[in-house]
């Protein structure tokens, strides 16, 4: 399956869509964010059900990361998957942050 990402900022998320299935063009999955400045938070991600399995999410994480480190962003992973996801690719490290501090 070939999967496209793009990011749609007026909806403050990352999405992919599916350019060979029946329903060409679809949104198959995207990943939500807030960006302050420098500094993106992927809050959350989400597949359509008939996608699952099929490299989406993986697809979707690499993009996003990917476009954090091009722009030289700050990554803070809130959504799970996410998270998981960059554990499993220690070369995204460089560009996330693990921990937040209160600052008094």
Not at 31 to 46: C, K, M, N
Not at 68 to 83: D, L, Q, Y
């Amino acid at each position: 399956m070939q999967f496209t990402v793009t990011d749609a900022p007026a909806r403050e998320r990352f999405e992919a869509r599916d350019e060979a299935g029946d329903e060409a063009g679809a949104v198959v999955g995207f990943v939500t964010y807030q960006l302050t400045g420098s500094i993106i938070a992927y809050t959350h991600t989400e597949v359509d059900p008939a996608y699952e399995g099929k490299g989406v999410g993986s697809t979707l994480a690499r993009a996003v990361l990917d476009d954090a480190r091009s722009k030289g962003r700050t990554v803070v992973p809130i959504c799970p998957f996410i998270a998981d996801w960059v554990v499993k690719h220690p070369e995204y490290e460089s560009i996330v942050v693990r921990s937040t501090r209160k600052i008094k």
